[in-house]
Each structure stands twice: as structure tokens, then as C-alpha cells.
């Protein structure tokens, strides 16, 4: 605890102070009324008075030594810094607690005569502020104290110079304070004085005012507020960096937090936003927290994300890494789940820039598999040299025993056949396991089973073969190599050796994986025996992660592919006694049904898909058709001419939310009103008008024709007046007098006067207008012409 003692009792002006002497105790003398600051970062000091003889000082967290001084003050020597020694207690900091608490019962009890001593003579006013401004920036210095443990440092606060003093004790509010360096006196065991640089920043600006001799019970609320105020811990500190220690739990859900924030947040987000969103969560910056906010947006899938927390960290002074590596290596596995092997070759590239980040063997794992399952052949062996060699970006000193060059493991060599498979180059294959055995390293079953991968997508069937009787001789196989023999029979045509093959595998107490029951499943339906195919869908069930429904349609495909539509048809009716279709099997069977003829029986289903959706049906499914499902529906209507069943799907998909696709459905719409189904164009023109679209030229032609030909002359102008005539080309003159000439059967002579009549009159200058009077006056004179 530091003392400070009272030289003389009758000083109240601190102009008028005589020197202080060092007391033999080692304590400070300073004359009565010197009043200290509250330190400039989080820690806040209070002034006690001790039995009218001196000053306790007790400090909230933490204890510092602190000589911040008027110029008046220094010139003068009131306090002798080289005396001063620290020494921190906390029994005796939770003594002054307890005095402190003792002395405001005893006053509460007293029944505030004011008689008693003077609970202090500093007084905060109440516009101290709670939470200090972001913009006031404070250097922290460190010192270890001679007579402290080993490793026990603090830190040095640094404060502002006070302002200017006032008779009677108080201090005025700065107004402005420039950052200034001061050499603060840090005092030793010895007692000799260490100069140590303190910067030191403005802070909020603050009134403290002395008050004398208040008793307790005359003390305003706010007062007693700022007084819990200076006990309360510090908001800066509380930041997540500095603040007090949270469980494992807590600080995991913060990061769950954080990463599903980020997540959720706009892809255009500013960069301050997406600073303040990271700043707000209140973790510690560490290689672990970072690692697990990646990997958590790695699960989500938004690899973008990602990769911008990184590039924020590098931006970051404050965030101290221990091992940035993890973080790196983190960033890379999510590139890789996301098939992103072009942005993860951009980082691996930057790692090798510098020392601490170049990569090792887990980084260039990742890297490789990702390369090889992409199938970049040539970046995946520029890789694999440059672990190897020596790097170049920087200098390796010659007494520097760090050696980056590694080689290659079976994980490597395994990422090599990976992209093999995408190249289909069958050598490459070879060239693996031939280099496998000039290094000694026995080929695992994972390895012959990507090589049989690589033989089977280069058509190498004998390979295939070769290779899984080498692996039977050494070891047992594996389900991968399994699953490769029975596509290697599908491939060859050979059902009953598949099955045989499975049949092998479950006798020696194995279960394969749902992938090789299902390619079982369409090997067999492929040969149209469907019926021995829907028995593997039972062992799919017991190990498939994925829905049922997926399984059902791809043995659809399969029996498609092959041209077997009554099969397909078979196992669609079979799959709606276990699950319900979704959108993409209706899709493939509605396309079927359309592609053999079957018109009636996609017409069936197609009203099927539209009544589960309406309100009020009594069907649930979850088939919702799509735009896909409504253009393959239109498409057929109009080629088999059915001109009925075209405009209920038409209306459907209007009332479905799918609008009007002017180059999809234009063409459609001119059809079917060239074919007499006239109520098309009402249908699309009333739909644009909802939606507040312009109708394209070629609508507003068409629904002109309709309407004069049905001698609705109001309806017909009223159609052309629609365009704001900014597309000229489509309404010039020749466009309007072939639409004339090609529709003349169509037109009534005195319709087409009327209409003369009518542009004729009319005062407002537009020249679609003008145009299509010029046009209607050509064709009467030639129709004239020709009756004449």
C-alpha cells in the first residue's frame, strides 16, 4: 500500500506547498491538497483519508506507480520520485476494502451529524464518462520489479499532465491536450530512479473538483454513484483481450456465434461493418479462435468468408500468432471441401513467401488432394518439386539448421492417382506404384484401389483385374476396390460375376458402403432385371446417408438410359409405396412419358404436380413444379397441337409465380394466337399489366391485329399507346404496312378509314402514330388501286 503523508495541515493552495521530504519509511511526503488523477486506462484510483495524518491510496485490480505532475509542481520538487517504492499487497489491498466499508456503516450509523472524519477530500463530478472512446489510445509499458517473482510484470499506466489549477483546489476540464512523451520515474528497490519512455494520448475530457470538509450524509447521488463507479472493473478491459477469464464453453459458443454472424451477413458487407461484427464478439484473438471461425464457415460452405477473416487478420497489428500455421492449414481444408483448387493454390503460394507460414507436411497434403481431385496434373507436380527443394524467396543462413525439403508420403502419391482418374491417363497410374517400390514404400489397399479406378476409366479392364488379384494376395480388399470390380463388370456386361463378386465380400464378414449396392442395383437394371435390383435398395437403406428418393431415381435414369420406359415406369410406381417422389423424379418420368408418345400419361402427372400445391387440396406431397417442368409441359402441348392442355398449363404457371419469359414464351403466345386461341394475348397482356412490364413490340402487333380485326378500333390504338416508342424499328413504317399486307383478309375496308380518321385527328406528336397512319393510307390507295 503507498502512503502518502501530510507534511502541513494549513496548505490548501498547491501554489503555496513547501517541498516534501522523503520520509526513513520510504513513504512519500506531499503537502495536504495535492490531489492525484485517475489513471488514464481502466484502472481507477480512489483517496482515503487515514486518522487526519495521511493519505491511503487504493487502487481497483491493479497497483501503479504513477508521478504525473503540473510543470509548476516539477519545478518546485514537491515530491522526491527517487524515494518512491512500490510494493503490492493483496491482503493489505482487501484491508483498505474493508476500511473503506467500515467507515461508510460507521457514518450511516452516526446519523449523518457530519461530526465525524472526513470520508475524503476528492469528488468525481458525474460526467465522468462510463465507457472511454475507442479514439483515445494509450501506450503500455512494462517494468519488472527487483523485488518481484520471476516473470511477474505490470504494466506501467501513462496519464495526461493536469490542467490548469484554480484557487481553492478545483481543476478545470482541458479542452485540448496533445500526445506528448514524458520520461516517468519508475523507482526501485535500491532506490535509484529508471527513466522509462511513456507515451501519452488526451483523455475524455473529465472536471474533477475538491471539495472540503462535506460529511457523508450532505453527498448528492451522484456522487455515490461515481464512487461504485471507480470500483467497477474497467470496460476496456472487459474487451474479450484483457478482460476476466471465461470458461471453454462460453468462449466456444462466442465463436459459434461469430461465424454464423459472419455467415448470415451480406456478401457486399463494408469492410468497417465486417471489422465492428468481428470486434463485437468479444473473443480472444487467437490461432485457435481463428482456426475454429474458419472451420465453422468452412461447414456452412462459404469458403468467400473465410477467406476474408484472413485477409482481416493480416491487417491486424494487435493479433499476436504463436504458430499462424494452424490458421493457414484451416483455410486450406475448407478450400479444398469447397472444390475450390484455385484460390487454395493462391494461398499455399503466399505461405512460401515467408518463414513462419512456410508450409510442412499437413499443408502439402492438403494442397495435393485438392490439386488431384480437381485433376491439375501440372500444378500438382510443381508442387510436389517444390517440396523437394529448398525455397527461394528468402535467405537460409548457413549456422540456420532448418531443412523445409520433404518427400513425397503415400498421401501424395495417393493425391497423384486421384488426379489420374480425372485425366484418365492409365501411365500415370503406372509411373506411381513403380515409384512406390524404388522407395520401399509398400502400396496400401487405398492405393491399388485408386490405380483399379484409374484402369477403369481408361478402359483398361485387364488391369483392373491384375491389380485386385495382386491386392488379394497381399491383404484383404477393401470396398473401394469392390465397388470398382462390380463397375468393371457392369462396364463389361457381366451381371452375374457382379453379384457373385458382392456375394464374396459379405462371406468374408464385410459391408460395403451404399454406393456399391446401389451401382449393384443399376448394373442389374440396366439388363432389365429391375425386380433383382429393387432387392439391393433394402441393403442401401441400412448404410445410406443420403434420401431414399435420390436412390429411386437414379435406377430410373439408369433403366432410361438404356431405353427401357416400361421398366422406369415400374420401379416410379414401386418407389410411392416407400417414399414420395420430389420435383426432379416427376421431372424425369414427365420428360419420359413425353419422349416415347406417352402424352396422356404426362398430362396424368403433371396435374398431379399442380393439384399438390393449390390450396385446399387434399393431397400433401412436397412436389412443387418448377420452370423446368412448366416449359417441358408447353413445349409438348404445342407440338402435338393441344391447344386446351396448353393454356391450363400456361395459367398454371402464371398462378404458380413463374412469370412471363419474353424469350421463351413469346414465341409460344404467337403460336397458339395464330392457331385461334386468341385469349392467350389477353392472358399475357393482363399479366404484364399487373406486374407493371412493357409488353414487347411484337405482343403489342399481335394483340393491334386482334383487336382490329374484331373491329375494336378503342382497344387496338389503345394497345400501340402502351409503348413509351423508344424501339422505332419494330413500329417504322414498312413494319406496319407488311403487318397490313400479311393480315388483309383479316381488315374490313371501313375499319381501316376509320382508323385514318381517327390518327388523322389526333394532336399529340408520336411517331409510332405517324407511322402507322403513313402505312394505313399506302395500303387503302393500293387496296384501291388493285379494286380499281
Same mark, same amino acid.
Given at each position: 500500500m503507498l502512503t502518502l503523508q501530510q507534511n502541513s495541515p494549513s496548505l490548501l493552495n498547491l501554489?503555496?506547498?513547501?517541498?516534501?521530504?522523503?520520509?526513513?519509511?520510504?513513504?512519500?511526503?506531499?503537502?495536504?491538497?495535492?490531489?492525484?488523477?485517475?489513471?488514464?486506462?481502466?484502472?481507477v484510483s480512489n483517496l482515503r483519508r487515514k486518522k487526519g495524518k495521511a493519505w491511503v491510496l487504493v487502487s481497483k485490480r491493479r497497483s501503479y506507480i504513477k508521478n504525473v505532475l503540473s510543470a509548476s509542481q516539477k519545478e518546485s520538487g514537491v515530491v522526491v520520485k527517487e524515494d518512491t517504492e512500490f510494493k503490492s499487497s493483496f491482503d493489505e489491498y482487501l484491508k483498505a476494502m474493508e476500511s473503506i466499508r467500515t467507515d461508510r456503516e460507521k457514518k450511516k450509523a452516526g446519523g449523518g451529524s457530519g461530526h465525524g472524519k472526513k470520508p475524503t477530500d476528492v469528488a468525481f463530478s458525474k460526467d465522468v464518462p462510463q465507457r472511454r472512446k475507442r479514439d483515445e489510445t494509450v501506450t503500455l509499458k512494462r517494468f519488472k520489479r527487483s523485488d518481484s517473482k520471476e516473470g511477474d510484470k505490470l504494466p506501467e499506466r501513462s496519464q495526461g499532465v493536469a490542467g490548469k489549477k484554480e484557487l481553492g483546489g478545483s481543476f478545470q476540464p482541458r479542452n485540448s491536450i496533445k500526445p506528448q512523451k514524458e520520461l516517468s520515474s519508475v523507482g526501485t528497490k535500491t532506490g535509484s530512479s529508471k527513466k522509462v519512455d511513456v507515451d501519452t494520448t488526451a483523455s475524455t475530457r473529465t472536471k474533477f473538483v475538491k471539495k472540503k470538509s462535506m460529511p457523508m450524509n450532505e453527498r448528492s447521488d451522484d456522487e455515490w454513484e461515481m464512487e461504485r463507479f471507480i470500483f467497477q472493473p474497467s470496460e476496456l478491459l472487459n474487451d474479450g483481450l484483457n478482460g476476466p477469464r471465461v470458461s471453454r464453453m462460453e468462449m466456444e459458443e462466442r465463436i459459434q456465434n461469430l461465424a454464423q454472424c459472419l455467415n448470415d451477413a451480406d456478401v457486399d458487407m463494408p469492410e468497417w461493418m465486417f471489422a465492428k461484427t468481428i470486434r463485437s464478439a468479444r473473443i480472444r484473438f487467437s490461432d485457435h479462435s481463428i482456426s475454429r471461425v474458419i472451420q465453422i464457415l468452412g461447414k456452412f460452405g462459404n469458403w468467400r468468408r473465410a477467406l476474408q477473416v484472413i485477409e482481416w487478420l493480416q491487417m491486424q497489428e494487435r493479433f499476436k500468432s504463436h504458430n499462424i500455421r494452424y490458421v493457414y492449414t484451416a483455410a486450406l481444408d475448407v478450400l479444398g471441401k469447397a472444390r475450390r483448387p484455385v484460390e487454395a493454390l493462391n494461398l499455399f503460394c503466399a505461405m512460401q513467401r515467408h518463414k513462419t507460414t512456410y508450409p510442412d507436411i499437413v499443408i502439402?497434403?492438403?494442397?495435393?488432394?485438392?490439386?488431384?481431385?480437381?485433376?491439375?496434373?501440372k500444378e500438382l507436380f510443381d508442387v510436389i518439386d517444390s517440396m523437394r527443394s529448398m525455397p527461394k524467396s528468402f535467405k537460409i543462413q548457413v549456422h540456420d539448421d532448418w531443412d523445409p525439403r520433404i518427400e513425397p508420403d503415400i498421401v501424395i502419391y495417393n493425391a497423384v492417382l486421384n488426379g489420374c482418374v480425372k485425366r484418365k491417363e492409365w501411365e500415370g497410374a503406372v509411373w506411381v506404384l513403380q515409384k512406390l517400390e524404388e522407395i520401399g514404400q509398400q502400396a496400401t489397399s487405398t492405393t491399388y484401389g485408386?490405380?483399379?479406378? +484409374?484402369?477403369? #476409366? @481408361?478402359?483398361? %479392364? =485387364?488391369?483392373?483385374?491384375?491389380?485386385?488379384?495382386?491386392?488379394?494376395?497381399?491383404?484383404v480388399p477393401n470396398a473401394l476396390m469392390y465397388r470398382v470390380l462390380v463397375n468393371t463388370f457392369w462396364r463389361e456386361g457381366?451381371?452375374?460375376?457382379?453379384?457373385?463378386?458382392?456375394?464374396?465380400?459379405?462371406?468374408?464378414?464385410? +459391408?460395403?458402403? #451404399? @454406393?456399391?449396392? %446401389? =451401382?449393384l442395383a443399376r448394373c442389374l437394371c440396366s439388363v432389365g432385371r429391375c425386380e433383382e435390383g429393387l432387392m439391393q435398395v433394402d441393403k442401401i437403406c441400412k448404410v445410406a446417408s443420403k434420401p431414399l428418393v435420390v436412390t429411386y431415381t437414379g435406377l430410373i435414369q439408369t433403366c432410361l438410359t438404356n431405353g427401357n420406359i416400361h421398366d422406369a415406369a415400374s420401379i416410379f410406381n414401386h418407389m410411392q409405396k416407400y417414399c414420395s417422389p420430389n420435383t426432379v423424379t416427376c421431372n424425369v418420368m414427365l420428360k419420359a412419358y413425353l419422349g416415347c408418345g406417352m402424352f396422356d400419361e404426362a398430362v396424368e402427372l403433371f396435374r398431379k404436380m399442380t393439384r399438390s400445391r393449390q390450396k385446399g387440396s387434399k393431397i400433401k406431397s412436397e412436389i412443387s413444379p418448377d420452370v423446368y417442368t412448366f416449359n417441358t409441359m408447353l413445349e409438348a402441348c404445342i407440338k402435338e397441337e393441344r391447344w386446351d392442355d396448353f393454356k391450363c398449363a400456361y395459367e398454371q404457371m402464371l398462378q404458380h409465380g413463374h412469370p412471363f419469359n419474353t424469350k421463351r414464351h413469346l414465341w409460344m403466345v404467337l403460336q397458339a394466337s395464330g392457331a385461334r386461341k386468341v385469349e392467350m394475348v389477353e392472358i399475357t397482356w393482363r399479366h404484364l399489366e399487373r406486374n407493371k412490364r412493357v409488353p414487347p413490340p411484337a405482343l403489342i402487333k399481335e394483340r393491334f391485329r386482334v383487336k382490329l380485326e374484331n373491329d375494336n378500333l378503342v382497344e387496338a390504338v389503345s394497345s400501340v399507346a402502351c409503348h413509351p416508342s423508344t424501339n422505332q424499328q419494330s413500329f417504322s413504317k414498312d413494319a406496319w404496312l407488311k403487318l397490313f399486307k400479311e393480315n388483309?383478309?383479316?381488315?374490313?375496308?371501313?375499319?381501316?378509314?376509320?382508323?385514318?380518321?381517327?390518327?388523322?385527328?389526333?394532336?399529340?406528336?408520336?411517331?409510332?402514330?405517324?407511322?402507322?397512319?403513313?402505312s394505313c393510307l399506302e395500303f387503302v390507295n393500293l387496296d384501291n388501286l388493285v379494286a380499281g
Amino acid at each position: 500500500m503507498l502512503t502518502l503523508q501530510q507534511n502541513s495541515p494549513s496548505l490548501l493552495n498547491l501554489g503555496k506547498c513547501r517541498e516534501a521530504v522523503a520520509s526513513p519509511m520510504g513513504c512519500i511526503s506531499v503537502p495536504m491538497g495535492f490531489m492525484l488523477q485517475t489513471p488514464a486506462i481502466g484502472v481507477v484510483s480512489n483517496l482515503r483519508r487515514k486518522k487526519g495524518k495521511a493519505w491511503v491510496l487504493v487502487s481497483k485490480r491493479r497497483s501503479y506507480i504513477k508521478n504525473v505532475l503540473s510543470a509548476s509542481q516539477k519545478e518546485s520538487g514537491v515530491v522526491v520520485k527517487e524515494d518512491t517504492e512500490f510494493k503490492s499487497s493483496f491482503d493489505e489491498y482487501l484491508k483498505a476494502m474493508e476500511s473503506i466499508r467500515t467507515d461508510r456503516e460507521k457514518k450511516k450509523a452516526g446519523g449523518g451529524s457530519g461530526h465525524g472524519k472526513k470520508p475524503t477530500d476528492v469528488a468525481f463530478s458525474k460526467d465522468v464518462p462510463q465507457r472511454r472512446k475507442r479514439d483515445e489510445t494509450v501506450t503500455l509499458k512494462r517494468f519488472k520489479r527487483s523485488d518481484s517473482k520471476e516473470g511477474d510484470k505490470l504494466p506501467e499506466r501513462s496519464q495526461g499532465v493536469a490542467g490548469k489549477k484554480e484557487l481553492g483546489g478545483s481543476f478545470q476540464p482541458r479542452n485540448s491536450i496533445k500526445p506528448q512523451k514524458e520520461l516517468s520515474s519508475v523507482g526501485t528497490k535500491t532506490g535509484s530512479s529508471k527513466k522509462v519512455d511513456v507515451d501519452t494520448t488526451a483523455s475524455t475530457r473529465t472536471k474533477f473538483v475538491k471539495k472540503k470538509s462535506m460529511p457523508m450524509n450532505e453527498r448528492s447521488d451522484d456522487e455515490w454513484e461515481m464512487e461504485r463507479f471507480i470500483f467497477q472493473p474497467s470496460e476496456l478491459l472487459n474487451d474479450g483481450l484483457n478482460g476476466p477469464r471465461v470458461s471453454r464453453m462460453e468462449m466456444e459458443e462466442r465463436i459459434q456465434n461469430l461465424a454464423q454472424c459472419l455467415n448470415d451477413a451480406d456478401v457486399d458487407m463494408p469492410e468497417w461493418m465486417f471489422a465492428k461484427t468481428i470486434r463485437s464478439a468479444r473473443i480472444r484473438f487467437s490461432d485457435h479462435s481463428i482456426s475454429r471461425v474458419i472451420q465453422i464457415l468452412g461447414k456452412f460452405g462459404n469458403w468467400r468468408r473465410a477467406l476474408q477473416v484472413i485477409e482481416w487478420l493480416q491487417m491486424q497489428e494487435r493479433f499476436k500468432s504463436h504458430n499462424i500455421r494452424y490458421v493457414y492449414t484451416a483455410a486450406l481444408d475448407v478450400l479444398g471441401k469447397a472444390r475450390r483448387p484455385v484460390e487454395a493454390l493462391n494461398l499455399f503460394c503466399a505461405m512460401q513467401r515467408h518463414k513462419t507460414t512456410y508450409p510442412d507436411i499437413v499443408i502439402y497434403r492438403s494442397i495435393c488432394v485438392t490439386l488431384g481431385q480437381a485433376g491439375h496434373m501440372k500444378e500438382l507436380f510443381d508442387v510436389i518439386d517444390s517440396m523437394r527443394s529448398m525455397p527461394k524467396s528468402f535467405k537460409i543462413q548457413v549456422h540456420d539448421d532448418w531443412d523445409p525439403r520433404i518427400e513425397p508420403d503415400i498421401v501424395i502419391y495417393n493425391a497423384v492417382l486421384n488426379g489420374c482418374v480425372k485425366r484418365k491417363e492409365w501411365e500415370g497410374a503406372v509411373w506411381v506404384l513403380q515409384k512406390l517400390e524404388e522407395i520401399g514404400q509398400q502400396a496400401t489397399s487405398t492405393t491399388y484401389g485408386l490405380a483399379m479406378e +484409374v484402369m477403369l #476409366a @481408361s478402359g483398361k %479392364y =485387364d488391369l483392373v483385374h491384375k491389380y485386385f488379384k495382386e491386392v488379394q494376395g497381399l491383404s484383404v480388399p477393401n470396398a473401394l476396390m469392390y465397388r470398382v470390380l462390380v463397375n468393371t463388370f457392369w462396364r463389361e456386361g457381366k451381371p452375374d460375376e457382379a453379384i457373385a463378386v458382392v456375394q464374396d465380400m459379405e462371406s468374408r464378414g464385410q +459391408v460395403g458402403p #451404399a @454406393s456399391l449396392y %446401389y =451401382d449393384l442395383a443399376r448394373c442389374l437394371c440396366s439388363v432389365g432385371r429391375c425386380e433383382e435390383g429393387l432387392m439391393q435398395v433394402d441393403k442401401i437403406c441400412k448404410v445410406a446417408s443420403k434420401p431414399l428418393v435420390v436412390t429411386y431415381t437414379g435406377l430410373i435414369q439408369t433403366c432410361l438410359t438404356n431405353g427401357n420406359i416400361h421398366d422406369a415406369a415400374s420401379i416410379f410406381n414401386h418407389m410411392q409405396k416407400y417414399c414420395s417422389p420430389n420435383t426432379v423424379t416427376c421431372n424425369v418420368m414427365l420428360k419420359a412419358y413425353l419422349g416415347c408418345g406417352m402424352f396422356d400419361e404426362a398430362v396424368e402427372l403433371f396435374r398431379k404436380m399442380t393439384r399438390s400445391r393449390q390450396k385446399g387440396s387434399k393431397i400433401k406431397s412436397e412436389i412443387s413444379p418448377d420452370v423446368y417442368t412448366f416449359n417441358t409441359m408447353l413445349e409438348a402441348c404445342i407440338k402435338e397441337e393441344r391447344w386446351d392442355d396448353f393454356k391450363c398449363a400456361y395459367e398454371q404457371m402464371l398462378q404458380h409465380g413463374h412469370p412471363f419469359n419474353t424469350k421463351r414464351h413469346l414465341w409460344m403466345v404467337l403460336q397458339a394466337s395464330g392457331a385461334r386461341k386468341v385469349e392467350m394475348v389477353e392472358i399475357t397482356w393482363r399479366h404484364l399489366e399487373r406486374n407493371k412490364r412493357v409488353p414487347p413490340p411484337a405482343l403489342i402487333k399481335e394483340r393491334f391485329r386482334v383487336k382490329l380485326e374484331n373491329d375494336n378500333l378503342v382497344e387496338a390504338v389503345s394497345s400501340v399507346a402502351c409503348h413509351p416508342s423508344t424501339n422505332q424499328q419494330s413500329f417504322s413504317k414498312d413494319a406496319w404496312l407488311k403487318l397490313f399486307k400479311e393480315n388483309a383478309h383479316c381488315f374490313k375496308k371501313e375499319v381501316l378509314e376509320h382508323l385514318i380518321s381517327d390518327l388523322s385527328k389526333s394532336e399529340t406528336p408520336n411517331l409510332i402514330f405517324q407511322n402507322l397512319l403513313d402505312s394505313c393510307l399506302e395500303f387503302v390507295n393500293l387496296d384501291n388501286l388493285v379494286a380499281g
